[in-house]
Nanobody, 123 residues
């Protein structure tokens, strides 16, 4: 059974940074893509960034491109999301997700989800 456990969220001032972690377990993730999504109150779940487990290829959502960084440590079975220059608009629950195959921006194409970690940015 695949398990994804996020951590690293919290309260941060505008302009600050956070590093989120997603500990993955339950299988070998070779051939999988891991993604980060976020959901703000009253909004849909949107793609932040994704990474292919085997080759490390990455994709970013439009707001994250050039600002945030996704990475993975295959030895630790962990995916990271470095959030930089945070603004109150980044306040959301951040979720880790996994799917077999290539990175997808579509949340409906992910099979496994973590419970989420709250990120709150104060102005």
């Amino acid at each position: 059974q695949v398990q994804l456990v996020e951590s690293g969220g919290g309260l941060v001032q505008a302009g600050g940074s956070l590093r989120l972690s997603c500990a993955a377990s339950g299988r070998t993730f070779s051939g999988y893509a891991l993604g980060w999504f976020r959901q703000a109150p009253g909004k849909g779940r949107e793609f932040v960034a994704g990474i292919s487990w085997s080759g490390g290829r990455t994709k970013y959502g439009y707001f994250a491109n050039g600002r945030d960084t996704i990475s993975r440590d295959t030895a630790q079975n962990t995916v990271y999301l470095q959030l930089n220059k945070l603004t109150p608009e980044d306040t959301a629950v951040y979720y880790c997700a996994a799917r077999w195959g290539t990175i997808s921006l579509n949340r409906d194409e992910y099979d496994f989800w973590g419970q989420g970690t709250q990120v709150t940015v104060s102005s």
